[in-house]
């Protein structure tokens, strides 16, 4: 069962997981915060002692008081009561302290954690799985609140320390109304376990509708689709939809918090009613038994002792329960086992000096989804171009996805010099690989570091990056911006404070864009093989022919992956591979293929007659990307 399945069919992890995951929290708790987590358990077991003396010394006071005696002794005993307040006092802002320390260290270290697993997962398959995305979210919520579990179960310490003071105090005067106390929690205990489960449970339930909300609030905030919403005039119909996940999720804690209301009600009714009946039954029965007034005030202090302790201890233990019930999944997270194979003895992987092959390769995105490529066989000889054409949906992108290594082939190889790549650290791979995504990312970072993504260590490498830059064809657009290479690429994180420069953050156009993703590519040129998923989608005639002039420079005597729907600039690569219906129908080079007149022929053909009709309509050759050359 995969991680997000676990989640999604809403198993429930037994007492031995929760244990696992007690333990666990725990040990993160230890190694993040281990001098606070002392501290805090010594507050811990005073906060338990400290009621239970304050009780006794407040009997002690009360019975010097009606007898005759020296008065010295009385101011002694209320200096020390005074004393045990002043300690409880002290020390509950001290856990405080030390619980918000905690909290700190064990957040930092749990994200950390979480994050460093999350990046362990080598392909995409699992951040396109909604349950694996409804238990990351969970999983993220709880390592922000991982230090509370600790909070939780010095909590039931300190509750267990006091009950146990105050059961024997109030045993030494009525054993049976002690039991009557004691046994009325139980009741208590299994509701609100029963309550915390179904909780946690519908904490999974309602993970979709939380997503969707989360998606509706960021498509209504971001500026990528302010557009369309505005003109379109999306607003209302959007902001309803993502209330009506809002009410979907508010309608199932609405439905707990009645539920909860009912029984909680019920159980305070039981305990209130204990209590009463027991303070007239000590005050009826006092005189005839010679009960001191001392004793009446433990018997008082030690049923509102036991009935605080015990309510505390159920609560602590539903809330404990509830809190691994969710640190489970952040468990599940970090330990989950990688979704790409590893290797059980890795290869490595030599410089490229053969080819790429795949053979026989079958591909779908699951088993619920259709084959997107079909028995492909295909040779990519090191140090040739090959462009790979076909129409919209073909599998282009999916096949340099399977090279990338993002999916394994649900069938067939891919061999690298003859490895299979899933003999070899995905790392490894990918260290040989540049590429420039169709999807490529925009970051909200300055210019530089944008271009610098493409390989770390070129951050704060200037020669390295302008050289990419120039190389892409957007060095002077980037000089001349404000801050030049260090403007910040977004107005999301601009400053409008008096000291800041307001136009520190620039927003560049689409085929702007374009060009700082290949430079970010560029700086990867000297991989084995280098992917070019439409490179020039959005640019305009001019730079799209530019671009494709920099790239057959780049690519001459370089093993490359070209896909483009520009059949013009795949004239000259040295394989054109043409996709349809899941599978390869052609492949040879340009006039290998318009002499067969086949699907590229009769595409080419219907492109270049485009062409032909376009230049018989004005066209204005300016260059509207500003850029200098
Ligand atoms: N992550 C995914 N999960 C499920 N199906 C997917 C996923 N990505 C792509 N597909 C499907 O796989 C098929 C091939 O998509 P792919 O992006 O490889 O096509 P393409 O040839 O690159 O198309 P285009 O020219 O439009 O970019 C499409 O039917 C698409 O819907």
Same mark, same amino acid.
Not at 420 to 425: A, K, L, N, Q
Not at 456 to 460: M, R, T
Not at 482 to 494: I, S
């Given at each position: 069962m995969s991680v997000g399945q676990a989640a999604a069919g809403g198993v429930r992890p037994g007492r031995r997981a929760l244990l696992v995951s007690g333990t666990k929290a725990l040990r993160l708790v230890w190694r993040s915060a281990p001098g606070q987590m002392l501290g805090f358990s010594a507050i811990a077991v005073a906060g338990g002692v400290i009621p239970i003396v304050a009780a006794w010394s407040t009997k002690i006071v009360l019975d010097r008081l009606v007898s005759p005696g020296p008065v010295g002794v009385v101011v002694g005993l209320a200096i020390g009561l005074a004393c045990v307040g002043v300690i409880g006092a002290v020390s509950a802002q001290l856990g405080r302290y030390l619980q918000g320390e905690v909290d700190r260290r064990v957040g930092l270290r749990a994200q950390d954690e979480l994050f460093t697993a999350v990046e362990g997962f080598a392909g995409l398959g699992r951040f396109e799985d909604p349950a694996f995305l409804d238990r990351l979210r969970l999983a993220q919520q709880s390592a922000d609140s991982a230090g509370q579990i600790v909070n939780s179960v010095f909590g039931l310490g300190r509750d267990a320390i006091t009950l146990t003071g105050f059961v024997g105090s109030l045993a030494v005067i009525s054993p049976v109304f002690t039991a009557v106390v004691v046994a009325a929690a139980f009741p208590a205990l299994i509701v609100e376990l029963r309550a915390s489960r179904r909780r946690a449970e519908m904490m999974v339930r309602i993970g979709p509708a939380e997503r969707w909300r989360f998606f509706y609030g960021n498509l209504l905030t971001t500026v990528d689709a302010a557009k369309e919403i505005r003109l379109f005039g999306l607003g209302p119909y959007l902001r309803g939809r993502m209330n009506d996940q809002l009410r979907a999720a508010d309608a199932a804690h609405r439905d707990m918090d009645r539920r909860e209301l009912a029984t909680q009600g019920v159980l305070a009714l039981a305990s209130a009613l204990i209590s009463g009946g027991g303070l007239i039954w000590i005050l009826v029965v006092a005189g005839r038994q010679g009960f001191t007034v001392g004793d009446v005030s433990v018997f008082v202090a030690a049923t509102a002792g036991v009935q605080s302790a015990l309510g505390g201890l159920v609560h602590t233990t539903a809330m404990t329960h509830r809190q691994l019930l969710l640190f489970d999944h952040y468990v599940a997270i970090v330990g989950a086992c990688p979704d790409l194979p590893e290797p059980v003895a890795p290869r490595s992987l030599p410089p490229l000096r053969h080819g790429i092959e795949l053979c026989d390769v079958w591909f779908r995105y699951s088993d619920e989804h259709p084959w997107v490529l079909r028995g492909i066989d295909l040779y990519i000889p090191c140090g040739r171009s090959v462009a790979l054409v076909g129409r919209?949906?073909?599998?282009k992108s999916t096949l340099v996805k399977l090279l990338c290594r993002f999916y394994d082939p649900t069938k067939g190889t891919i061999r690298w010099d003859g490895v !299979?790549? =899933?003999?070899? %650290?995905v790392t490894e791979l990918r260290e040989r690989v540049g590429a420039v995504f169709q999807d490529f990312m925009a970051y909200d970072f300055s210019a530089a570091d944008n271009i610098a993504m493409g390989d *770390?260590?070129?951050?704060?490498d200037t020669s390295r990056i302008e050289g990419a830059a120039r190389h892409a064809g957007v060095h002077h657009t980037l000089a001349a911006l %404000?801050?030049?290479? !260090? +403007? *910040?690429? +977004? =107005? +999301?994180?601009?400053s409008a404070s008096i !000291? !800041?420069? %307001?136009?520190?953050g620039v927003t560049l156009s689409g085929g702007q864009w374009q060009r700082v993703a290949l430079a970010r590519a560029f700086l990867r040129e000297d991989r084995d093989l280098m992917i070019l998923d439409e %490179?020039?989608?959005?640019?305009d005639a001019e730079a799209e022919h530019d671009v494709h002039t920099r790239l057959r420079q780049v690519r001459a005597g370089r093993t490359s992956v070209l896909i483009t729907h520009r059949l013009g600039a795949v004239r000259d690569a040295d394989l054109i591979v043409v996709i349809s219906g899941e599978e390869i129908v052609e492949q040879g080079d340009h006039p290998e293929l318009m002499a067969a007149g086949g699907a590229y022929a009769r595409m080419f053909a219907l492109q270049a007659a485009g062409y032909v009709a376009a230049r018989e309509a004005p066209v204005d050759s300016a260059d509207l990307s500003g850029e200098r050359r």
């Open positions: 919209n949906g073909a599998g !299979d790549i =899933r003999e070899v %650290p *770390l260590g070129a951050i704060g %404000p801050h030049g290479y !260090d +403007t *910040l690429l +977004t =107005r +999301t994180f601009a !000291d !800041d420069d %307001p136009q520190v %490179p020039s989608a959005g640019l």
